[in-house]
């Protein structure tokens, strides 16, 4: 949805877009943690929000400033469709995004709340595209929550495509005076593409403490990150495949290997499945293994309606969870999990 369209000279034009997206679901899963004391609380029926996709809404906009050169904005703000508040987001109002950059031919430069190349190079990756169920998501928050994915006091520079490739860096200050440390945070990755074949291979690390401390959600858990992924679309397919090392000080080492593909069965259907194995590189016993499948079904362009199939298994003191919103951790043995909903996006 545009909302204006300005011209004032030959080379400045604007306009503002409004965005978002709705998503709400069933959850079913066969056991739940009981956070008081991290026991089997039993299965659970419950509503929630984002089930597939997180629920949000968002301005973004350009002005062309003439010789190619455009200024863009971008705020994002994740809701809450079950209580109407804010969540999937480090929990302040335009949590998720919040940047003013400049694009042009020699790359694009953003200064604000913004995701990391980490991040972007897992997304890019993800063998089901990043879904709030059964996917990479609840694996990533639930090592080090948001931190990483929504960085405030974030300068980041993206450099255009040459010969296939694509180099992006980013450093967010920790804005604490005196002590350039607290809560500072880089992020650096390199992207290849040839034809229908990607590779992305990023690096994140990060300290403790700084302005950013004080969001709802931790944004600044001290960690480093590693990451290599590849994607290849023949056709309707797409496989991908990646490795990913979320390192925590003082704390655990967890190395993750996830693989999946997506098939575009017809222009209305789709179907992925992922594989997940995760161990701590501190002590090989705690480990865990999650698979999910999905279909989507698209009533129109904007609508869909969606089934999703999930199962983990933990062993030792590994805790890892089928869906980042209703049930971020899990419990030792075997978890069935099932989400069904609705997805809407304009």
Do not use: C
Not at 201 to 206: E, L, Q, T
């Amino acid at each position: 949805m545009v909302l204006g369209n300005v011209g004032t000279a030959a080379h400045a034009q604007s306009s503002v877009t409004l965005y978002g997206i709705v998503d709400s679901a069933i959850l079913y899963t066969s056991k739940t943690l009981d956070l008081a004391n991290g026991q089997n609380a039993g299965h659970q029926f419950s509503l929630i929000t984002g089930g597939q996709a997180p629920s949000l809404f968002g301005l973004k906009g350009e002005e062309d400033l003439g010789g190619g050169m455009k200024a863009i904005f971008e705020l994002e703000s994740g809701i809450d469709l079950s209580t109407g508040g804010l969540t999937d987001s480090n929990g302040n109002f335009f949590g998720r995004q919040a940047w003013v950059g400049l694009t042009g031919s020699f790359g694009t430069a953003k200064a604000g709340v913004q995701y990391s190349p980490f991040v972007l190079s897992l997304i890019a990756t993800d063998p089901r595209s990043v879904s709030y169920f059964g996917s990479g998501v609840p694996l990533y928050i639930s090592n080090v929550f948001v931190t990483g994915i929504f960085n405030s006091n974030a300068i980041s520079y993206t450099s255009p495509t040459i010969a296939g490739l694509q180099g992006s860096a980013m450093l967010a200050l920790g804005g604490t005076a005196g002590d350039f440390q607290a809560g500072r945070q880089y992020s650096a990755s390199l992207n290849y593409t040839l034809g229908q074949f990607k590779i992305s291979a990023a690096m994140y690390s990060g300290n403790s403490g700084g302005t950013a401390a004080t969001t709802p959600v931790p944004s600044t858990v001290a960690f480093s990150g590693r990451t290599v992924g590849a994607s290849y679309r023949f056709g309707d397919l797409t496989m991908k495949a990646l490795f990913v090392n979320f390192k925590t000080a003082g704390s655990f080492d967890n190395r993750i290997y996830g693989g999946g593909l997506n098939y575009r069965v017809t222009p209305a259907v789709d179907i992925d499945a992922g594989v997940w194995y995760t161990s701590d590189g501190n002590d090989t016993s705690n480990h865990s293994i999650m698979a999910a499948t999905g279909l989507t079904y698209s009533l129109s362009k904007a609508t869909a309606i969606y089934g999703q199939l999930g199962y983990v298994y933990n062993h030792g003191l590994m805790n890892t969870g089928l869906s980042t919103n209703g049930a971020l951790f899990g419990v030792a043995g075997s978890t069935v999990g099932v989400a069904a909903g609705i997805r809407h996006s304009f």
